[in-house]
């Protein structure tokens, strides 16, 4: 069993930063690949970010490449999504995921652990 805590979120003006963390425990975290999505309100939640469990493959969608990124520090179970040039679009809830699946996957049916998700919440 592997529990995920998502801390870090909140309300930011657009063009601001926010880094989020996922800290895990329960399981072997440094052989698991690690993702985060996001879901806003009437949307479905979609895909934003992954990362092997090495780190040397990462896998972003197109509408926050060059401002997000992905990074795992293994010593410490967490993985980290920092996010810069925030827009209002990017206003959601986020949730990180894992996977012990070799393959970096953007489907949430792939990931069979989340976290309860930080709001982040991008002012205009």
């Known amino acids: 069993q592997v529990q995920l805590v998502e801390s870090g979120g909140g309300l930011v003006q657009a063009g601001g930063s926010l880094r989020l963390s996922c800290a895990a425990s329960?399981?072997?975290?440094?052989?698991?690949?690690m993702a985060w999505f996001r879901q806003a309100p009437g949307k479905e939640r979609e895909f934003v970010a992954a990362?092997?469990?090495?780190?040397?493959?990462?896998s972003y969608t197109d509408f926050v490449k060059g401002r997000f990124a992905i990074s795992r520090d293994n010593t410490k179970n967490t993985v980290y999504l920092q996010m810069n040039s925030l827009k209002p679009e990017d206003t959601a809830v986020y949730y990180c995921?894992?996977?012990?699946?070799?393959?970096?996957?953007?489907?949430?049916?792939?990931?069979?652990?989340w976290g309860q998700g930080t709001q982040v919440t991008v002012s205009s």
């Open positions: 995921a894992t996977t012990v699946n070799l393959a970096i996957d953007r489907d949430t049916m792939k990931y069979d652990y």
């Open positions: 329960g399981g072997t975290f440094s052989r698991r690949n």
């Open positions: 990362l092997s469990w090495k780190g040397e493959r990462t």
